[in-house]
């Protein structure tokens, strides 16, 4: 089942999204956002046959459909979904990367690292606040991409990510006199 083309087509889908993610004005479409680009990365890393990744993936679409149906209700989340989300994520890791395929890396921490910090970020309903501290885990998944030599493709849809959401500080937060006033 493996196509390039079609992962390929898949991945600049999410690409887009992940990048419209950065310039809503609602944490709520910013939530939806990135559920669709998840959506499409989990067809992409089909496509590439890529299962772990499917995986780590479908615990990401679980948390931001789950924080979405808090933001909707204008409610915050429980600090303990992003408990859940994390060892979820730890745990599918350590099932696949240890019990499974036995291909676990010194440098997973990084990515580890990452996807726990999504796991909190994601609960926090300012979306000031969520552009500020989404840069660090962003710059930490480049960071593992660029050390295991990851697909140039994953690698820049990272790097597109990071300086979306720069110029997204900038565009909000920066330059809107307006916004800071507030």
Known sequence: ???KILALIAGFFAMAFVVTSYFVRKKSLYLLFQALCIVFLIISYFFNVQ???MI???????????????????????????????LLTLASYFIVNFGILKTSQPLDILCLISLCLYAFIFRIRNLKIVRFTM???????????????????VTLSYVFELCANIVSIFKFHVFNKKENKE
């Open 51 to 53: 299962f772990f990744a």
């Open 135 to 153: 840069l660090f885990p962003t710059f930490l998944a480049i960071l593992f991409n660029v050390l295991t030599e990851a697909a140039i493709f």
């Open 1 to 3: 089942m493996e196509n």
């Open 56 to 86: 780590g993936l479908a615990v990401g679409l679980f948390r931001s459909l789950t924080f979405y149906s808090f933001e909707k209700k204008e409610k915050n989340a429980p600090i303990y979904w992003s408990f859940i989300f994390s």
